[in-house]
């Protein structure tokens, strides 16, 4: 059965097809009644969605980040297209809803992006990173983290799954650009790539909604990331009896702490080794066109050349492709 | 004969080998005598150097640009290293020199270069852009330019042959990154990435000591970029009595006029097409880690480990590899 | 009859007057009826306006940009003025509305503009300016483009006519004050004021709602308006068969690529002869004084002293006088 | 007998003409000697000048401020054009000077001025406002100092009588100006274009080389302005026994407190009256012009197209008139 | 009887309490009928509240500023908690209300604090400053105005006897930290602190809902404090008979003038002196301190941890205590 | 025997003194003889000295960071004060000095800064916050490395002792401050002022001239901190086998990690506990204060009133006390 995405509902439009129920609320109105306010959401945006006459048990039937199934009607209310519903129950056959819709990262996917992962850091010539990444790499906890970790709340990558892709995406294009450089260290630039967004999976709270956690707030992924590393380390030697080489862990280190590259985007210290540079440029690019293609394909106007004005970027988007 | 680099010179080192002459200025000192203060330069940095006792025919057997052969010694005064000469005259031996120590491109590298840009535009599936390119490549007058022209008076890419380098360096990582992104139209991304600085030609005077021309400065590369693709298109569209598509040449316009990517670095608009936001990440990319890599390789400092301090970037850079 | 402008409108008004119909859209209610949601218009402002139970022949018989004749009545809705219709009708008597009162040029007021322009350029000493001066003033659908062609979008100058108008202002200004500092070309600087913003006729779409062309948020009206000169000094050298003095060329694509007077708000170049910085700064004294002037006129607050906080500019205007 | 000014010394010159002294020191060499090291000026710029084995006598014969005969020849020392003097004498004779060489207005030009401001004053038909003009302009003591007043220490009008030509420009400028814009009082601009700038009066220290006071540094010329003004309104309410109308006094202040147009530019309030947005913007345009054609003719380049690069404005300057 | 603040209101609750009336307005429905639209006010924060079926005898009964007695009950609309009033009445019996619900000092706060500062004023050893002080502290009207003055219209003190807190609490924290560094004229630093805000007592106009005064926003509260300051120093000297030091008077303005630490808020002078420095330091700390505290108490969201996203400090705030 | 301080030194003054060696560099001259080219240094600044005729040994005999006593003669060279020396040698009688001259802490002061951080540790109520304080301070190792390290490289605090003596000024002022707002928890606050800066200890390599350690540029005193944090955690963890809370830990890297108060400063994230605040807006007021006071206190200038101007922070400082 074919499905509307949320980019492409019109006025007026009957719906009999699922979403992700991003938020639920029960309200009551001037008369007393009560009626569900909700947010529906796939890949391609979000739209809110009311219930009228509801009761308790229809709210509590559903569920945040659950897929739903819903019935309706589209209408525009104040110049914003909502939905009507006349029923919403939870999804039944996970059959019924392609993975791609949703933003998420199928199991195929991330098993690729995975694979991508697991060659480059297997095939590493420095001994100790060949090894750090074994540490990692080893860890059933840390995949199954990985495997679900969001790369943002909002914007580039935010969807269960998406730091799987940026990183596996970054390590591709670091071994394509690294080489063509005079001085990369390209091993440490890989081990870089893999290790600079890892504290997000202590940062962003995973689920349907995306949050971020109180140790995100307070601490900052980037921050998380080096004592992850520290962590990684400490158990290599342990494992080993040998030390890591201390000059590589600051290095390491630098490749996290910089990789935002000003101080005000929230890096602590300014990209100085080659590779923090490089690392630095290719995540920027990676994070800003991954994110306007994200504002084209979300964008609901009807003008065929061009979305809305962003106002995060200062600018409108071309959009006909 | 081994020869010893600008950025490796030590204090109270005989010299006997060949610089490019990058200024020249006759002097009087407080006794009334005459010498000569000249800079001397290769790709590494630029070293000053006097001749004492020096008369007029002295400084006319040598010009600005050139390659000149030199003996003397060096000396640190008020803390910076000089050179004080005992004789130089102009390169009489060109094989005495190694173009590659002088930061220009000898004929091989141009040629593949110059081969590699063919190729890609050769190439091109859109009929437009690929006649369009044509008209470029078969203008012999702008290839004789093309390959002489400084992509910067300082910083990356300053030396004849820059431009070709940076162009071509630019069109491949553009064929291979391009592709990896949804809705990119990777001809038209190659197209700009062949134009985007092509103003450069006629904003940079060609010669020994690199400076902006009358042009240069009263209009800017950007500019100038448009108005050559608009006489490259009425040559085409003389030729092939066809119009030029006119949104295509918008499209081209835009990524000349964006890729810079903010305004407050001279452009006039910005990226606001999926192309020309890659296109202003890749040439940035190439354009801070040449500039970095740059840094590092003439830096002067004693220290093994950073360079000086950078003010133009705010920070040392590591320079151990 | 007498009109009440937008900005005198109080509520629990009844109306029976014309404005300009700004935008029109069909609406659907909770309870399936249609309704117009508009926009009407004059110089001082806009408002919202409703036509409750139309259908769509209501919709169809007026068009955006038309004067539209209304009755109806006022009435505060959550904090805002807006108009309850009860009919609506395009305009038949065109005696009706008086130009003034929808920022337009009439006739007259145009004809003055564009014969001051007219006298100031034929009275250039300089011969190539001069000439060139008559290249645009002899192309007759330039002048027709020239006479309804905006200054702006939005602020100070939007409406047809607004460029024509800034345009013989600033001559004028110039006029006046260039004589009075040392060095400066006068003939120069005219041409200049001329020359500025003539790429707007192609930057901004005419007709009832301003916006802006692809080619305007693609290349921008500096970038244009220096392609328009192209094209006038090739006429001018066919017509002559003499060449345009290239320094002379040179300093005119100067004045137009600076004249916005820093980088961040969009000039290539920053202005660089004292011709550009003069310009720069006339031309900016009128579009600010211009704009806030159109501010305190489209104020709607009933505080007699001051406008509301206007976020623009990030301060409150004094509009008593 | 012609004399060269500064900007237009070359090396190898013997000189015999006037300047004016704007520093003097006495230092002694490594082999105990003492020599003069003194700064010579002009209205084109600063020179270095040295008195080699002079005694305490010529150290006290000349002062700082006072117009210096000199004989000498030029000379460069590490890139720069220096004298070295054979003798310097305090000026007997004074007509060898032309006011004009040395940037003071002559008497005449002063006079010109003030007569211009006296009668702008003179013919303002507010009453309140012409009788304060009045206590100022019947003040001998306030008419000294304005006459010697300078309006900067560096930059635009940073001579004797700076601050009178700046004030009667402005006033004139402003008089043709005003009347061109909409809801202007342009008596009130008139009399805030006399007053924006008075509290230099006291802000810079008159004299040959031109500092800030004490009461310049801590308080600042727009807060004493708005002091001198409270004492010329007290005045005249004591004259007139009638209280000076308090929206008109609060306007004046404000003329006087937003004149900068910004607060980063030492203004505590921003523009927000029509008269003082009008105000600003002359200001600006007249410090800006007469700043950058200062620029121009204090340039010492051989360059014949452009001035050096103006680090406090960011770019060269084009001085080919 | 127990009373719930603003920011502890949930939905669904009967009401039967005092609050401040922030603001009111009387409309009109769409079927012609009157309602009150209110806003009503504790420290907390503010809450609409509406009055249906309302007639203008309601609206008359109640005054901006004064405290209500309210029956009613709250209901979520649109997604915001508001109040549907069924009786609104003028509070009659003050005692009903805790004044520190309010963010009013009570008598006795505003006691405390004034003694404070009489404390200190008093005991300055510097007999010109202690003589100064004596002059403010014995002016009567003046003494009323400061104990109704706020300190601000929004963020911190923003409630009168704001200022008269923050006066205090400055001038006891510079007691404390002044005498810990080098250099520091406490005695100078304290009579700053008391100074240092004064012209609020003009620029904002007391009463129910803080507005700017039209002086506040022509001059300001930095100017209109040197004001204040030059009318006490003349009481003084016409008191005294002697002149107060001119010195000390440049000093007690700089403080005035340099308080906001910065140009771009609102300082036309830098803060040179140390005594300058520290008042601008402990007066930031303190405001800041103040107004984040103020941004946690009145948050709504039902996170027991985070605050709201608050624009103005660019973060969400900890408020888990 | 008295001594001069650098900053009081005069043009012409015999030397028979003792300074703290900065630097050391031997040079040869045109003449191809040797001399030495020094920094002496107290803390009121640092001036050059030369020792004509030096060989190898007098080279060798000092060292850098060392005391050395010096014979010989001030002189101004180039308008510079510089010393020419006709001895040097290594200091002997270490009475010579007087430690305060310095800027070290001698061991008493040393002793008491640390006995107030003791007392401040060893009072907190909080169990796992005093524990904590207790790892650090039993580490016998940990308190020699904070006794002689610094608190900046330049500027304020920067010399032995500058850390500690830095840590207790503030760990004192927020005990005086911190009670006087609400929901301070004042053990978390003081925890905070004595760790927010350890990470110094690292980041900056003792000795005489201060430089920062590889570690220092690569990673930074904040991240650094949050590591010595993590390793104390670890230990007390492993003394009482109970997990260190987990929230009080993120208060504490909070803590470290946002105290620079702004993303441009270096901190990753912004203040967002009351305690973050306060704690960031105290250091900054003593970093600040004491730095203001180092430039006034090294100021060379002849002028009474007003230092140099200040580069670092836009403006002269006032000195007279």
């Known amino acids: 059965m074919s499905r509307t995405p949320v980019n492409r509902l019109v006025d007026g439009q009957s719906l009999d097809q699922p979403f992700r129920l991003a938020d639920k609320q029960i309200r009551v109105n001037r008369q007393g009644g009560k009626y569900l ?25 559903i569920d945040r980040g659950d897929y739903v199934h819903v019935l309706g009607r589209t209408q525009v209310h104040q110049g914003t297209l909502q939905i009507i519903l006349t029923g919403i129950d939870p999804l039944t056959d996970k059959d019924e809803i392609d993975p791609a819709d949703f933003d998420s990262f199928d199991a195929g996917a991330a098993d690729a992006a995975l694979g991508s992962i697991q060659n ?13 990444g074994e540490v990692f790499l080893r860890d059933e906890s840390f995949l199954q983290q990985l495997r679900v970790a969001s790369a943002a709340v ?11 892709r940026h990183t596996a995406d970054l390590m591709e294009m670091c071994q394509a650009i690294g080489p063509r450089y005079d ?26 909604e995306l949050s971020y956690t109180d140790r995100g707030q307070l601490v900052g992924h980037i921050v998380i990331g080096v004592q992850m590393l520290g962590t990684a380390i400490a158990k290599l030697e342990a494992d080993t009896g040998q030390p890591f080489p201390s000059e590589l862990r600051m290095q390491l280190e630098h490749l996290i702490v910089s990789h935002h ?27 800003k066109l ?31 492709s």
Chains 1, 2, 3, 4, 5, 6 share one sequence.
């Open 37 to 61: 306010l909700l947010k529906l959401a796939d890949r391609t945006g979000t739209i809110v969605a009311m219930l009228w006459n509801a009761d308790d048990s229809d709210y509590e039937k």
């Open 120 to 132: 480059i850091l297997g095939s590493l010539n420095n001994d100790s990173l060949r090894q750090l």
């Open 154 to 164: 909002t914007n580039h990558h935010a969807y269960p799954g998406g730091l799987l």
């Open 183 to 208: 001085r990369v260290d390209v091993d440490l630039l890989l081990m870089g790539a893999f290790l600079h967004d890892l504290g997000k999976i202590h940062e962003i709270s995973p689920g349907g």
């Open 261 to 287: 590259g000003q101080l005000e985007f929230g890096s602590p210290r300014l990209p100085a080794t080659i590779e923090a540079v490089l690392l630095h440029h290719v995540d920027n690019l990676d994070a």
């Open 290 to 320: 991954t994110s306007y293609l994200s504002m084209i394909e979300s964008d609901l106007t009807n003008n065929e050349n061009w979305t809305n004005y962003q106002p995060s970027i200062g600018r409108k988007l071309w959009k006909k």
